[in-house]
């Protein structure tokens, strides 16, 4: 007999706040192989599980925040308020995620990565935690980069261990980040090279009255108001 199933959640391990819409085939508290302790998986009010995502115990989510279908998050991360994980996106174990941030589709964080609030993280981004994989102590040395406040990741990017992408910096389509982006510059390219400031960006679709970088925050808002610390 095929039992259909509308999510499953392990109700022991689990702690939901109120308004949570949790779509068919979601998986709530799924234990993970190799821990010490089990601490519940945390979702805070208001948020929305689609369909076929998977969320393991040890791990605190917060207000508003949205998974696409198909979205994988571990133990141990850290997620804030107003956040928008897209659909095929992947977070391994201890991954921090700040308030405001929306990560698009097929976009896969390793751990012990950080990312600012604000940030914008493009379809199909590939950070990297280890520079020699098959390193015989390489859990020594693992360390995503860090993608500070307002930081744009455009599509495909892909980001090497230890690399810090400045406050409001812009990565350009298909890039490889080798090295430190400081705050407020564009680069792109691959390796990436810093090509101009933000300022100078100008809008390529002839639109008036556009501006090719502002810092709309949608959720803020939209949806509380709360300020952004500087
Ligand atoms: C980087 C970006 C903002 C444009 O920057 P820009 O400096 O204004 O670039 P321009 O359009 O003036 O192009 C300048 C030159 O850089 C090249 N260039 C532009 N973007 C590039 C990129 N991502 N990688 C490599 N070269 C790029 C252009 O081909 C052009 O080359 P040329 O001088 O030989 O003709 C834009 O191209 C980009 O990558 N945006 C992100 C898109 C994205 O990923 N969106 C995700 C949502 S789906």
Redesign the pocket.
Known sequence: MVTRLKYSMNEKFVKLGKNVTIQEYVLLGAIPSNIDEIKPLIIGDNCLIRSHTVIYTNTIIGNHVQTGHNVLIREHDNIGNNVSIGSHSVLERNVTIEDNVRI?SNVFIPEYTNIEQNAWI??NVVMTNAYHPKCNIVKQCLKGPTIKKFAII??NTTILPYVTIGKRA?I????LVTKDIPNGM?A??SPAKI??KIEE??C?TNLKNTKAYEEVNFFLKTKTNEKISE
Do not use: I
């Not at 350009?172 to 890039?175: E, F, L, M, V, W």
């Open positions: 698009h493009g379809p455009g599509a812009f350009g389509a298909g890039s564009v792109y390219g090509v101009k960006l100008s390529t």
